[in-house]
Each structure stands twice: as structure tokens, then as C-alpha cells.
């Protein structure tokens, strides 16, 4: 194992919190994420502190601050300071992982090594002091530089102590476009089951983060088996064969490709992680060997709510990602206003732009579709400029008060008339004008007395 010796900046707020500590007696360090993200040229999102003062000699150092006490269990003092939370927590080892999760128990320690040792990563297994020294003992510095996720330590031992380990292991190779270390590959593999008994609000966290990595192509080809763990409605896509002419891939490597099509947002990339897991169910060879998947995105968005549920994805984030699923098949043609309109008045404006994303993904992917990319740029600007124009019932220029004028009772057959202008408007059959609205309005209470 090696050591090395750096310096990062350490912002002044961290740095009070640790002179503070060490002006007490105390041996006070950064920790973990907010050293591994400074030594890359990031700004952390937080700052942890180690220390070998107890929970109760921290809370006594901090007496004029507010202080949180929930952790103090497992050695974690809480301290807000100008309104920012500081975690700052005992130097510990800890004693058995019966839910896979939480130690039972820890031990409070004098040493900083000993609480380096038992961290997940290298990478996350390093501590600076006050003035920015950097203390690495595992070698953490070198894999940063080598692009390694490497296990402190035992991998099977670090995966058995926390299952979760092995999906944050993922999600930081797909977010630095790091590689797994082999020994520490291979018992993510041998060990991946264990992620059944993880909670679901743990994985889907770990789950998106992956996904919306810089690398999540290789992660996704390599870990296949370990997000058919997560997602076992994938286990069918693997390796299944299109027999299409249209599509280059089977439907697992299609989908890690539209996968890595889209933008890196949590709806997109769950939206094509997706898309065709109604493949395999819906699939039928014609007498010509050539395979079809009809119906396939309606199976599909049905199995995608149920999945997204059970990782308890919130409500808005499972519908909106269901119904890109369910639509992703939509037929457009790029130079159809007709069409265009007829999507924003179902859809709305929001929605179309990520349908032309996905469908823009899912053609990149078949590996057969050129122009893929360019078809959807001519669709975004056609929806461009057909946005501005009448898609919906409060952009008509007639509305439920005119009909009244004109003699139609209340009811429900106010909403039928509007509804019928608005299908003339989509279709271009009619101009969003109140005088040629109001014509049309009245030739229809003229040839049925059922509006009066």
C-alpha cells in the first residue's frame, strides 16, 4: 500500500472547525469525499470531520454552536455553523453487519489509521489536517490518478459488511469513468445478490447517480448481472436477439447504447434503461425470420410503473418516465405541422422536447438509422415553431362564454363544440380566428338542435 503527500484548500469555515478541535487537544481531520473531490480539481459538496474526541467532548468543543446529537450512537456530532451542517465523527472500527447496513456496534478509537481502514474505497480513505496535508495510507492518491475504484482492505469483506458498497462502487466508476479493480470486480459479481436485501430508496439513489455518469456505457456493459439484481425485468433483454434488419444490436446492448444517447438526467437515462423491456414479451417471428415487437412500449411502460414503484422513484418521476416508455414509439414526421400540433396538444411542450430526445436516442442506438440526430434537430425546430401556435383549449380564440352568447346551454356540449374547433384548428382545417371560430361555431348549432 502506499502513501503519498499532497495539499488541498480547505475553505475557512472547515478549517475554524478543526483548529477548533485541535486548539482543544483533539486530533481533528477533513474526511473522505470532500479530500477525493478537492485532489480531483472539484469543489466538495460538504465537509466531514474526523476527530478522536468523543461525541460528548465535541458537542462540550462547540458549546456556542447548535449541535445534533442523533448519530452520537456511532460517534457523529452534527454542528451547524453559520447555517452549514458539519458531521464530525469519532475515530471508530465497527463490529458486525447483521442487516447488511448499520455495524451493531463500534468502538471509538485513538487512531486515524484504524478509522481510514475500515472505509469503503480508497479513494474515499483519505484525511487532511488543518493546513491541507493530505495523509494517505491506502494508496488512495495513486488510484485516483490511475483511475481505479479499488476496496480498502478485503472486497468481499467491505461488500459484506454493506451490500450497497458494490452499487456506490458502479456509481463512482460511471461518474469519474474510472475502472473496477479485478479483485474488487470480481466480488461485486460473486457478491451482487446481497443487493436483494438492500432497501429500495438506498438502491434507487445509488441506481440514478450510476446512470447518469459519464461512463455509464462501460458500467452497464460490464455490471449487466448486477442491475438485473436491481431490475430482474431485465434478465430477458440480455443477449436477446431483434432479428430486424432495422436494429444492429440485441436489446441489451441497444439499450445501454440509447442510454448513453441521451442527456444526463434522471428521467432520460431511467426512460431508456427501459424503453424496451417489453421486448422479449412481445416478440413474434414472421414467416420471413424477420422479428417484430408489436405492442411492445405499451407491455413496456406498464412494466416500467411497476418497477419504478418498487424502488419508490416519487410519484412525478415514475409517471413522467412511464409515459415516455408507453410513447416512445410515437410516428412523427419532421416536416408535419399538422402532427406537431397534434403532440403539443396531448402532450404539452415539456414532454415533446424529452420524446424527441428519446426518440432521437433510440434511433442513434439501433447502429442502422442514419440521420437520426439530424431528423430530430429538423423536429425541434419544427416544434419550435409550432409552439407559438393554437395546441390547446385556452389558446383558442373562442371560448365557452361566446358559445353562451350564441344560444348553447350549459353543459357539457359547451366542451364538445370547443373540442371539435380545436381538432379543426390541429388539423389545419380551421384558423385560430375568433370571426372564421364563431362561423363554424354557429354552422354547428345550425345543423343539430342537441347544443340548444
Known amino acids: 500500500m502506499g502513501a503519498g503527500v499532497s495539499r488541498i484548500v480547505i475553505p475557512a469555515q472547515a478549517r475554524s472547525l478543526l483548529r477548533r478541535l485541535n486548539a482543544a487537544g483533539y486530533a481533528a481531520y477533513a474526511v473522505g469525499g470532500c479530500v477525493r473531490d478537492s485532489l480531483r480539481g472539484e469543489t466538495p459538496a460538504d465537509w466531514d470531520i474526523c476527530t478522536d474526541a468523543e461525541p460528548a467532548q465535541t458537542a462540550a468543543v462547540f458549546s456556542d454552536c447548535r449541535t445534533v446529537l442523533a448519530g452520537a450512537r456511532y460517534g457523529t456530532v452534527t454542528v451547524i455553523c453559520d447555517g452549514a451542517p458539519y458531521e464530525i465523527t469519532t475515530f471508530r472500527e465497527e463490529h458486525g453487519y447483521s442487516d447488511s447496513r448499520h455495524p ?13 481502514a475500515r472505509r469503503d474505497f480508497t479513494v474515499n480513505a483519505m484525511a487532511a489536517d488543518a493546513d491541507g496535508s493530505v495523509i494517505d495510507r491506502f494508496g488512495g492518491m495513486d488510484d485516483l490518478r490511475n483511475g481505479l475504484i479499488r476496496c480498502v482492505g478485503d472486497p468481499a469483506l467491505r461488500f459484506t459488511e454493506d451490500a450497497l458498497r458494490m452499487l456506490r462502487a458502479l456509481r463512482f466508476a460511471a461518474r469519474f469513468g474510472f475502472s473496477v479493480a479485478p479483485e474488487t470486480e470480481d466480488a461485486i459479481h460473486a457478491l451482487c445478490g446481497r443487493l436483494r ?15 447518469c455518469g459519464q461512463a455509464v456505457k462501460d458500467v452497464l456493459e460490464r455490471f ?70 408489436y405492442g411492445h412500449a405499451v407491455i413496456g411502460g406498464a412494466m416500467c410503473e411497476r418497477i419504478l414503484r418498487r424502488l419508490r422513484y416519487d410519484n412525478c418521476t415514475a409517471e413522467l418516465v412511464t409515459l415516455l416508455v408507453r410513447e416512445h414509439g410515437f410516428y412523427l414526421l419532421e416536416d408535419s405541422p399538422k402532427r406537431m400540433r397534434k403532440l403539443l396538444s396531448q402532450f404539452g411542450e415539456e414532454t415533446v422536447h424529452l420524446l424527441l430526445q428519446v426518440r432521437r436516442a433510440d434511433g442513434i ?57 380545436l381538432d379543426a384548428v390541429l388539423d389545419g382545417r380551421l384558423e385560430n380566428e375568433r370571426d372564421p371560430l364563431m362561423q363554424a361555431a354557429r354552422e354547428m348549432i345550425d345543423k343539430s338542435d342537441v347544443f340548444l
Open 104 to 116: 451493531d456496534g463500534v468502538s471509538f478509537l485513538r487512531s486515524l489509521e484504524g478509522d481510514l
Open 365 to 421: 442506438a439501433t447502429g442502422t438509422a442514419e440521420g437520426a440526430a439530424e431528423k430530430t434537430a429538423v423536429a425541434e425546430r419544427l416544434l419550435e415553431s409550432v409552439s407559438a401556435q393554437c395546441v390547446s383549449l385556452p389558446q383558442m380564440k373562442l371560448n365557452g362564454e361566446d358559445l353562451l352568447r350564441l344560444g348553447v346551454k350549459q353543459g357539457p356540449q359547451v366542451g364538445a363544440i370547443l373540442k371539435t374547433l
Open 224 to 293: 449487466s448481472d448486477v442491475l438485473c439484481v436491481l431490475i430482474p425485468e431485465l434478465t430477458p433483454c440480455i443477449g436477446f436477439r431483434q432479428w430486424n434488419y432495422h436494429h444492429k444490436y440485441d436489446v441489451w446492448a441497444h439499450t445501454v447504447r440509447a442510454v448513453e444517447a441521451v442527456p444526463p438526467t434522471e428521467v432520460l437515462r431511467l426512460a431508456m434503461l427501459l424503453h424496451d423491456i417489453g421486448k422479449p414479451a412481445s416478440f413474434t417471428l414472421d414467416k420471413q425470420l424477420v422479428g417484430h415487437f
Open 197 to 211: 436485501a438492500v432497501a429500495p430508496e438506498r438502491l434507487r439513489k445509488e441506481l440514478s447517480g450510476l446512470l
